[in-house]
DNA sequence: TGTACATCAGTGAACGCGCGTTCACTGATGTAC
DNA sequence: TGTACATCAGTGAACGCGCGTTCACTGATGTAC
């Protein structure tokens, strides 16, 4: 096959690379970024910082620039992954219209709680990311905030109505222990790979809506 | 110090150590037992086979006479692990009597149900490990089963009349997924160490109880 | 507007480490006759 | 009862690997005067 385009193409690339300038710009959030790739199909274990340094196109010892050590951006990572969570709940509770605000903010919890585990059988390493063990606290709160959207969400049901302000302190813990634990179990190996769980979903959000009534 | 009476006992652990045979004779069994203690304390990712081996006095390649690979013996711990915890369970079970059948089977179920937080909380490495995703699946049921410990429990609620016999199918799933849910939470990175759940840890469990009636 | 200089964000080589796994081997055990 | 031999369960050395982290360094950038 004719290679003259492709030459042009590749020596484009080449002096690309070569113009690469000393100073990457942004190299904290590329690092994140491919982070979170990594995660995204190996799991927070399969973080490496040279590997990282590699994909980015840094010297290893670059990212200690950024990052003090490998668990601070694991903690990076985590807090991201919450947050995409998060965002996802966002949407799905947007995603619930309607006039009867009564009616309207049961549905919208119930959507939250879905989006939860969906999100969770969806992406299961970044969700495993989210909540796994770190040497190291995050610096900032989470934004947007998984609790805080569960917690408004309650609000909005005892203020319409749909649950009654006594349970105000202890319903978010119930609703989010249900969803957690289903979504663990679902993403766990005791779950049987690519059996469906969509019936066992649906009967813990209905339970969860059953108990705090 | 005088040391003759302690230069017998070292000379005679020195011989016990030369007396070690060549064959080892359990050494399946020694591994896993050394591979729990790590997982306790380093929690699963922790796990080597170099380590165990060094801990066990044996060659690394001696492990593969008993473990294909390092999967395998992460299946062996991570089942272990679970029958550990369904054992607690069978003892807090126990632990409640009395002749009021239906008042009964509910105190047993919700002693059922805090003895897996307690499980979690006391041992997070473990609980970890137990559910922990893994490439190669047991090859054995669990013995005793955590999950046949909760089956048997609510099918004691039913028969005394404490629970409808409708919610047979999925009573089991909305209760595992409130208890393993709030365990997971008090034990991962977003729950504060070292503060107390105990409110929040009732809370939940007496949803569940209200939620199956 | 030009320049000296501090600071910042990279490089590249090296350190020491432990890991999983394989290989050819040997010592111990059990079994058939 | 003794013995030849297959099989089992170890040894020890080596392979190749990738990792986190440190160090002395240099190129680029911004700022005070």
Redesign the pocket.
């Known amino acids: 096959m004719p290679n003259d385009v492709n030459d042009v193409n590749m020596y484009g690339r080449l002096v690309d690379m070569l113009d690469?300038?000393?100073?990457?710009?942004?190299?904290?959030e590329a690092l994140v970024g491919a982070a979170m790739n990594v995660v995204e199909d190996m799991g927070i274990a399969g973080?490496?910082?040279?590997?990282l340094?590699?994909t980015v196109?840094?010297?290893?010892?670059?990212?200690?620039?950024?990052?003090?050590?490998?668990?601070h951006l694991v903690m990076r990572v985590s807090q991201r992954s919450r947050e995409a969570l998060a965002r996802t709940l966002l949407v799905a509770r947007d995603g619930i219209v309607g006039n009867n605000t009564k009616r309207r903010s049961v549905e919208r919890f119930e959507a939250i709680g879905r989006a939860y585990v969906q999100f969770a059988v969806d992406q299961p390493t970044l969700f495993e990311a989210a909540f796994a063990r770190c040497e190291v606290g995050p610096t900032t709160p989470d934004d947007p905030s998984a609790w805080s959207v569960l917690v408004d969400s309650i609000e909005q049901m005892i203020s319409a109505g749909a649950v009654p302000p006594s349970r105000r302190k202890e319903a978010p813990m119930i609703a989010w222990s249900g969803v957690h634990g289903i979504s663990t179990i679902v993403t766990s190996s005791i779950w049987p790979a690519g059996v469906s769980a969509d019936e066992e979903i649906n009967a813990v959000i209905a339970s969860l809506t059953r108990s705090l009534r």
């Open positions: 690469k300038p000393y100073h990457h710009g942004s190299l904290e973080l490496s910082l040279r590997d340094a590699r196109g840094v010297s290893p010892s670059a990212t200690y620039r950024h990052f003090p050590s490998r668990e």
